[in-house]
């Protein structure tokens, strides 16, 4: 990859990339073929997503199951791309992926030529399987009990776990109290987001209303998404799998009373199918069950199109002659599975508005470095559209079909 084309694209004058594990030591460029790299899952809900990443190299390894493994950007790879993007920091973009070694695959091409392929996952991977038994208590927070569950002794190589937003109240301590259990009753089951940011090198638990407050926050500064960053066709879907379901959730309110949460289907009675969800066990401090309720509603029965996965060419971007279009490169190279990507007015009609990238793939090879992302819209994650806050159009590009007389501002407010 040294003297490939993506270097020259860039500019580049040093190694770009690097892949390090513990046993082996750092490849450079020079030795890598190729890297793929996947964040979150491919899902609306919240939950635990596990990231992963294959990076296949010019060299015969071998006895490296378990050892430490990190993709980077070089220093020298992401202060450069950081200043052609000029919107984010090489310290946001350098890390790439953080884990552990799981499986090697040589191949044998001949007697001076072999390449590996290896295999890691991220540390949550291993939380999975711990069986860890923290302290929990009635009345702590929902997110309280999953990080004090992620401190696992002996793994001080993870990222730092750290909550963030608000949380419900614990009013029945699980019998089964390892990081797993806890994360199918508050994560998986109740929308809390568990993620692995490389950025901040944390482990973070996110609640719905913190999410929503990242949209808003966000909406203030990041670049739209336009159509001529995706690489066509970007594949649109609606689904109607579920629509007669109705959904009737059991909750505990604040005085500790009986609640329940009524999410009407269809109104055609013939197919009605109700499910009834318990989520007694966590007192209803906030309204974020409601909210999470909602989007199961919007999930299963609500008719909507999304752009199923969209690739964007990152190369394309970064050596375009559009600032706006660099800005977007540095805004998604930032960006962690979860957070929102905001689609400009350039796009149909029915997919302009805000998304969460759910999960993102990281492809790099010699003459290519693309990402995929899979979306769903707002509605459909954090149980509310949010399309006002789309950020208004920062080109005409961006704008569409709308012009300057659909606006009230004067022109140089906008």
């Known amino acids: 990859m040294g ?26 460029d020079d030795n890598i073929f190729s890297i793929n790299i996947t964040k979150g899952d491919d899902t609306p809900t919240g939950g635990t997503a596990v990231n992963t990443a294959e990076v296949e190299i010019h060299a015969d390894v071998q006895n490296i199951i378990g050892a430490r493994s990190r993709i980077n950007l070089t220093s020298y790879g992401a202060s450069l791309v950081a200043s052609i993007a000029g919107n984010v920091t090489a310290t946001q973009i350098g890390e790439r992926f953080w884990g552990r070694t799981g499986i090697v695959k040589t191949n044998d091409v001949s007697n001076s030529f072999r390449t590996t392929v290896i295999s890691s996952s991220g540390w949550l991977a291993t939380l999975k399987k711990a069986n860890y038994d923290p302290f929990i208590s009635v009345g702590w927070k929902t997110g309280l009990a999953i990080i004090n569950s992620l401190k696992f002794p002996n793994l001080a190589e993870m ?12 009013v029945k301590v699980p019998e089964k109290r390892r990081f797993s259990e806890l994360a199918k009753l508050y994560a998986d089951s109740m929308g809390l987001q568990i993620r692995e940011d490389t950025s901040s090198h944390e482990v973070q638990v996110r609640s719905i209303q913190y999410r929503k407050d990242d949209v808003v926050r966000r909406s203030k500064t990041a670049p739209h998404l336009t159509r001529s960053a ?58 974020q069950l409601w909210q999470y309720a909602n989007a199961i509603r919007n999930q299963s029965i609500k008719v909507f199109s999304r752009p199923e996965s969209i690739r ?91 012009r300057w007389s659909d606006y009230s501002e004067k022109w140089n407010e906008v």
């Open 3 to 28: 003297t490939s084309y993506l270097h020259k694209a860039l500019g580049a004058k040093q190694p770009l990339f690097q892949y390090w594990n513990s046993s082996t030591g750092t490849y450079s």
């Open 159 to 170: 990222y730092t776990p750290v909550p963030y937003g608000v949380f419900d109240s614990i």
């Open 230 to 287: 995706a690489i066509s066709p970007a594949k649109h879907t609606q689904s109607l799998d579920e629509w007669y379901t109705q959904y009737v959730f059991a909750t505990t309110m604040p005085d500790g009373s009986r609640g329940t949460i009524y999410m009407k289907g269809n109104n055609d009675k013939t197919f009605l199918d109700i499910q009834e969800v318990d989520w007694s066990y966590v007192r209803r401090d906030t309204e």
């Open 312 to 402: 964007v060419d990152i190369l394309y971007l970064l050596t375009s002659d559009s600032e706006h279009h660099r800005h977007q490169a540095g805004y998604l190279l930032a960006l962690q599975a979860g957070d929102p990507v905001f689609f400009s007015f350039d796009w149909q009609e029915y997919a302009r508005g805000v998304y969460f990238a759910q999960q993102i793939k990281e492809t790099i090879t010699h003459d290519t470095w693309e990402l995929e992302l899979s979306l769903y819209p707002a509605e459909a994650v954090v149980g509310e559209a949010m399309d006002r806050y789309n950020p208004k159009p920062q080109t005409w590009e961006s704008a569409g079909e709308l």
